[in-house]
C-alpha cells in the first residue's frame, strides 16, 4: 500500500507513527485523487475530523484529514499544505456529510474558504468583525486588553508570583531549621539511649 | 343572603386550597427526604405575583384565558354544596345538578385554549394540545362513573346523591371508585397523567406565557379549583359531609391518596397516558356499571 | 432527634433573614416580605456553574425551605443566576432572557468568571466582567462555589430584597444607554440573537 502511494503520487513523506496510525504528505492537488483512493480501494470509509495547523513562519496552512476504517482500528492522516494568505480548499461534504459543519469551523476560526460548501456560517463567534481568532497573527492579549475591561484589584492586592517565592522560601527555611533540629537531637540520642537502657 | 354564602364558600375554598397545596408540597418534599418549604408558600408565592409587574401583551383574548378559567372554577365551586344538610353553604346547589357540575369543569381548560392560542408561544400551544388529548381520554372513565353513580341513586342533584347512601359508593361500588380515582388523580394535574405542564418538556405548557398578576390568577384558581373537584369526590364517593370537621378530614384523606400517587409515579408520555386512561379504568368503568346494574 | 442539627441550620439561616428592621411603611415591607420570602429561581445555567444548581435545589440542600424554587420560563421568575463564564454567544441569549423576565428582577452571578473572567480572563470570547453588561445583584465568589455558598448567596440576596435595596432592574432601566453602549461594543450592533423558526431550519442548524 504504501510502495503505490509512494509511486503514485510521487511522495517520500510516509511514515508508521503507530501500528494504527499512518501518515503520509502530499501535494494539495492530489488530495482528492488519494482520499478516493483510501476510500474505495482501501477500506477508508469515514473522515474522523480535518484539522489545521499554521505555520506562520513557512506562510501556510497545514490541513490533516483523518481517515477512519469501519472498524474504527486503522487511521490514516493525511497532511496537506495550503497558502496562507487567500487560504481557501475545495469542499470535501458531498463526499463525506460531517465534513460540512468541521469545514464550518475551520472557516470559522482560521478563515479558510471552503469553495463548494453551501453553508460556512459562524458557529459560536456571531458577528464576528476581527481576524479569525486561531490565526497566529491574532494576538489575544492584545485584543483582550483592547475591548473588554477588567476589574481594578482591590487595594490589599499582592502579586501571587512573588508572594509563593516568599513563602517558598518562608518554608524552605522553616524545613532546614527542623532538620537540623532532627540533626541535633539524634547526636543526643545515643546518650537517651544509655540512660534509657540503665533505666530498664 | 345568597351573596353572603357563595362570597364565605369562596374565602374558604381559596384558604383550605392553598392551604392544601402547601401541604402538597410539605408532603411532596418529605416522600422526597427534603425538609420543604413552609405550608403557607403557595400563598406567598401567589401574592408575591400580584405583585409584579405586567410586562407582555398578547392582546385581549389571551387575558381572557385565564379569568376563564377562573370562572370556570368558581362556577364549578358554587354548583357544589359543601354539605348534605343545612342551609348554609349550599351556594346554587338548587338550581343546578350534576350534569351541570360535568359541563362546568370543561369550561376552564377550553378558556385557557383560547387565551394561550394567541399567546404566541409554540410551548403554550404544545401544552394546550396535551392538555386537551388527555382532557378526551380522561372524561371518558368519569363520565361513566359519575353516569352510573346518578342512575344507581336515581338523581341528579348532588346532595341527595350524596344524602342517600347507606354505605359510601365507594364501597358499594369499588370499581366504578377506582376508574373515577384514576382519572380524578390526573383532574388534579399529578403524575403520571401531568403531560400539559411537564416543567422539562414544554416548560409548564400552558402557563409558559403567562407572568404576574395572571400567573397568580392561574395559581388561585387551580386552589379553587382543587378545593371544589375534591368536594364533588366526596359527595359522590364518600357519603358527602354534614359539617367542616368531616368535609375536611373526607377531603384531606383523598387528597393525600392522590398527591401519593403523584410523588411516587413519574410521568406518562402523552400518547401512553391517552393509551392508559382509554383503557383501563374506562374497562374498569365499563365493567362496575356492568356489575352494579346487575345485581 | 437526628434532625436535630438540620432544624438548628434552618433556624439559623431563618433567623439572619427575618433580622431587618429598616423598611419604610408596612405597606412596602409586607411587599419585600412577600418577595423575598418567594423566589423563582429561572432555569438557566452557562458555564461549569450550573452543574452546582441541581444539588442547590435538590434533597441534598433543599432551597424550597426557604421558599426558593425553580420556574420553567423567564416570564415566571424572579432571579436569573449566570453561572459562570458568559461567551459572547452566551451573552446575547443572557441579556434577551433577563429582558423578558417581569419586574422586579433579580441576578445572581456565580463564580470567579463573572467577577473578573476567572481562568478565562485571557479569553478573547469571554466577558470578563458582568456588572458592564447587565446589573447584578449579588456575586457569589468561588470556582466554583458550593451549594452551601450558594445558598448564603441567596440568603444575602433575600435580605437585601427584605430591605428594598435590592433594585437591580430599576437600575438597568435608568442606566440603559450605558448597558447597550457596552453590549453593543462587545457584540456588534445587532445584541439580540434571532430567535425564528428559520434560525433552526433554514440556516445549517445552530
Ligand atoms: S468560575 Fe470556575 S467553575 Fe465557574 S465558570 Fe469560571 S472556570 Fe468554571
Excluded at chain 2, 189 to 205: I, K
Excluded at chain 2, 248 to 255: E, H, R
Excluded at chain 3, 193 to 199: E, K, L
Aim: proline share 4%; aromatic share 14%.
Amino acid at each position: 500500500m504504501f510502495k503505490e502511494i509512494k509511486k503514485r503520487f510521487a511522495t517520500d513523506d510516509v511514515e508508521v507513527k503507530r501500528p494504527d496510525l499512518y501518515k503520509v504528505g502530499i501535494k494539495y492537488t492530489r488530495l482528492f485523487e488519494l482520499v478516493h483512493m483510501l476510500r474505495d480501494e482501501y477500506e477508508y470509509k469515514t473522515l474522523n475530523a480535518i484539522t489545521c495547523t499554521d505555520w506562520i513562519e513557512e506562510g501556510h496552512f497545514a490541513l490533516t484529514y483523518m481517515l477512519t476504517t469501519l472498524d474504527r482500528k486503522h487511521t490514516f492522516m493525511i497532511q496537506t499544505m495550503i497558502n496562507r494568505e487567500d487560504a481557501h480548499a475545495k469542499t470535501f461534504s458531498h463526499e463525506f456529510k460531517q465534513a460540512q459543519i468541521m469545514e464550518r469551523d475551520l472557516h470559522e476560526m482560521y478563515g479558510i474558504d471552503f469553495i463548494g460548501n453551501e453553508n460556512l456560517k459562524e458557529l459560536s463567534l456571531e458577528n464576528w468583525i476581527h481576524t479569525p481568532p486561531l490565526r497566529r497573527e491574532f494576538d489575544t492579549l492584545e485584543f483582550v486588553n483592547n475591548h473588554l475591561t477588567f476589574r481594578e484589584g482591590r487595594d490589599d492586592n499582592v502579586d501571587t508570583k512573588a508572594e509563593t517565592k516568599r513563602l517558598r522560601a518562608l518554608k524552605k527555611a522553616a524545613k532546614e531549621a527542623a532538620k537540623k533540629a532532627k540533626e541535633e537531637a539524634k547526636a543526643q540520642k545515643p546518650k537517651d539511649e544509655k540512660i534509657k537502657e540503665g533505666g530498664g | 343572603m345568597i351573596v353572603v354564602d357563595l362570597l364565605l364558600m369562596l374565602v374558604v375554598a381559596y384558604a383550605v386550597g392553598f392551604l392544601y397545596y402547601g401541604l402538597y408540597r410539605n408532603i411532596t418534599a418529605r416522600f422526597q427526604r427534603r425538609f420543604g418549604p413552609p405550608v403557607w408558600q403557595s400563598f406567598i408565592d401567589s401574592i408575591k405575583f400580584f405583585f409584579k409587574e405586567e410586562s407582555t401583551s398578547h392582546g385581549w383574548m389571551f387575558y381572557l384565558g385565564p379569568v376563564i378559567m377562573m370562572s370556570g372554577a368558581i362556577m364549578t365551586l358554587f354548583f357544589i354544596p359543601f354539605f348534605t344538610v343545612g342551609d348554609t353553604f349550599q351556594g346554587l346547589s338548587q338550581y343546578g345538578n350534576a350534569f351541570v357540575i360535568l359541563y362546568l369543569l370543561v369550561l376552564g381548560p377550553l378558556g385557557n385554549a383560547l387565551g394561550v392560542g394567541t399567546g404566541g408561544s409554540p410551548f403554550g400551544a404544545m401544552g394546550i394540545t396535551r392538555g386537551l388529548t388527555r382532557l378526551f381520554a380522561m372524561e371518558l372513565p368519569f363520565y361513566i362513573a359519575v353516569i352510573a353513580i346518578m342512575s344507581l341513586s336515581g338523581s341528579a342533584d348532588i346532595a341527595t346523591i350524596a344524602s342517600e347512601q347507606t354505605t359510601f359508593n365507594a364501597f358499594a361500588y369499588p370499581l366504578l371508585f377506582i376508574a373515577a380515582m384514576i382519572s380524578f388523580i390526573g383532574m388534579m394535574g399529578q403524575s403520571p397523567f401531568d403531560v400539559p405542564g411537564a416543567p422539562v418538556e414544554v416548560y409548564s405548557g400552558p402557563a409558559s406565557e403567562f407572568s404576574g398578576k395572571f400567573l397568580a390568577l392561574l395559581m388561585s384558581q387551580s386552589a379553587i379549583f382543587t378545593f371544589a373537584k375534591l368536594v364533588l369526590m366526596v359527595h359522590l364517593f364518600l357519603g358527602g359531609a354534614s359539617g367542616f370537621l368531616e368535609l375536611l378530614l373526607k377531603t384531606f384523606i383523598l387528597f393525600i391518596v392522590v398527591i401519593a400517587f403523584g410523588a411516587i409515579y413519574g410521568r406518562f408520555k402523552t400518547p401512553q397516558a391517552v393509551d392508559f386512561l382509554l383503557k383501563v379504568p374506562t374497562t374498569i368503568a365499563v365493567v362496575g356499571l356492568i356489575l352494579a346494574t346487575w345485581s | 432527634m437526628e434532625h436535630n442539627g438540620f432544624i438548628q441550620e434552618q433556624k439559623t439561616l431563618e433567623g439572619d433573614l427575618n433580622s431587618d428592621t429598616s423598611h419604610k411603611n408596612s405597606v412596602d415591607f409586607l411587599m419585600n416580605w412577600f418577595r423575598k420570602r418567594s423566589i423563582f429561581v429561572l432555569a438557566y445555567g452557562t458555564g461549569c456553574g450550573a452543574i452546582e444548581m441541581p444539588p442547590t435545589f435538590t434533597s441534598r440542600y433543599d432551597a424550597e425551605r426557604l421558599g426558593i424554587r425553580g420556574a420553567a420560563t423567564p416570564r415566571q421568575a424572579d432571579v436569573i443566576i449566570v453561572s459562570g463564564y458568559c461567551s459572547y454567544k452566551t451573552l446575547r441569549r443572557i441579556i434577551r432572557t433577563y429582558e423578558q423576565m417581569s419586574n422586579p428582577k433579580y441576578v445572581l452571578a456565580l463564580g470567579s468568571c463573572t467577577v473578573n473572567g476567572g481562568m478565562y480572563w485571557d479569553s478573547y470570547n469571554t466577558i470578563k466582567k458582568l456588572e458592564d453588561y447587565m446589573p447584578v445583584d449579588m456575586y457569589v465568589n468561588g470556582c466554583m462555589p458550593r451549594p452551601e455558598s450558594i445558598l448564603e448567596g441567596f440568603i444575602a440576596l433575600q435580605k437585601e430584597i427584605g430591605e428594598g435595596k435590592a433594585s437591580s432592574w430599576q437600575k438597568y432601566e435608568e442606566n440603559y444607554e450605558f448597558y447597550r453602549k457596552n453590549q453593543e461594543a462587545v457584540l456588534g450592533k445587532k445584541v439580540e440573537p434571532s430567535y425564528d423558526a428559520d434560525w433552526y431550519l433554514y440556516d445549517g442548524g445552530l
